[in-house]
């Protein structure tokens, strides 16, 4: 219970980190620059993640199993990270940028070619972030994400006090706020003689296994969460894209916490070898985070109009009707990532991929239709169904592939309650 206290307390820091990158980067640019900017962050980051191949939850999943040896972990996924960063690069500029971005936005291309560097920063940052999570590292783990949050604001404020103002300067401050989460996990890695150069062929094979097995659905998943920044870059102006990505900004603050909390379940679950223990931690941390996203929607829900105005502007206050539909994804966001946490866990990734190709088909038939006719409210309502629709099929898949059952799932427990009562105690002590 510490970890996760120690961790939701770590999101609450970074949570004020993004906040306040947010505000300057909507305040500085405005609705069409902050769309410009999300347009440019956008396919460098789509390319990193589609050639990741699962790297990342191979080297927590081997990391925390011990099945490998840390630095047989460490040398399959610097080789195999350099490699794919090189090939992601050359897509980017070769095939990517001439055929999405227009060739008559200067401002706009040079960018995305400076967010190139980008790449390699996601898949190597990701690739230690994950091996140190899978050696339990959390504290330093947590420490990374901190400097991320809060290195992208400091160097925005710090160009900003250079004169430097406008889309060039926000998109450099985000490459710079990038480089610590290299070589912060790095540095660490090889001090505690976990980092190696050579790679062995077995090593690799069994690693890339494990990773392709999970990169088919990840790669679904990548594009279920861009397939509608993708489509509102296409048929609409960049203001639209900029609102569009504001309102999702504000709408996820309450789902960050469970993606920290299920990266601390992530590898407890690993740990079980007995399959209802393993459920039993992924159903306990499932149900404490669902009653914090619960409270957190209906506060946000309740201070959206205000808290756009406030924060992110004037020219961002229209955007509250587009936060309220997004916030009824919440829910549904926290569940399914629980619900791929226990699959990965059993190491029964297919389904994911099954999953992923289901729902990605609804999404893009929604957002074709939707999207011309109703714009970004048309957006949202495809957001909102196409989440509870995955979680739908996703948990009928886990009952059916891993005896996991809805009421393990979601049914209180004593073990609950005297967890509560723990963290309530060691809060009132401190």
Known sequence: MKTILLTLLTTILVQGGNFASGVLAARLLGPEGRGDLAAAQ?????????????????????????????????????????????????????????????????????????????????????????????????????LIRITLALGYPLAIAGLWLMGERGLLAVAGAYLLAHIPTVLIPLTALIRRGWGGI????????????????????????????????WLIQTYLPSASLGFYVVATSVSQIPV?????????????????????????????????TLLLMIGASVVLWLIAPLFLRLVFGASFADASDLVRW????????????????????????????????????????????LLPGYGLNGAAFAFVAVRWAQVLVLGALAWKHLHLSPAALFVPTPRDGELIRQAWGRLRRR
């Open 326 to 369: 997004l916030i009824l994804g919440i829910l549904p966001l926290t569940i399914r990532e629980f619900q791929a946490l226990a699959f990965k866990a059993w190491n029964k990734t297919l389904a994911l991929s099954i999953n992923e190709g289901l729902t990605l088909a609804i999404n893009a038939g929604l957002l074709l239709v």
């Open 42 to 142: 956008l396919w460098p980051t789509t390319v990193a993640y589609m050639l990741l191949l699962g790297l990342n939850d191979a080297a927590l999943y081997f990391s925390a199993n011990a099945k490998l040896k840390d630095r047989q972990v460490f040398a399959t996924g610097l080789w195999s990270g350099l490699i794919v960063s090189a090939a992601a690069i050359l897509i980017c500029w070769f095939a990517v940028v001439p055929r999405v971005y227009p060739t008559d936005r200067p401002e706009l291309l040079q960018a995305v070619f400076l967010l190139l560097g980008l790449i390699p920063c996601h898949i190597l940052g990701l690739i230690f972030q994950d091996m140190l999570r899978g050696k339990g590292m959390l504290g330093l783990w947590n």
């Open 256 to 288: 960050t916490l469970a993606y920290s909390v299920a990266q601390v379940a992530f590898p407890r679950a690993c740990a079980e070898a007995d399959p209802t223990a393993r459920g039993a931690v992924v159903g306990l941390y499932l149900r404490l």
């Open 198 to 229: 050579k790679p062995e062929p077995e090593a690799a094979k069994e690693m890339l296994a494990y990773g392709g097995r999970i990169y088919a659905s990840g790669l679904i998943y990548q594009a279920n969460g861009r397939i509608d920044q």
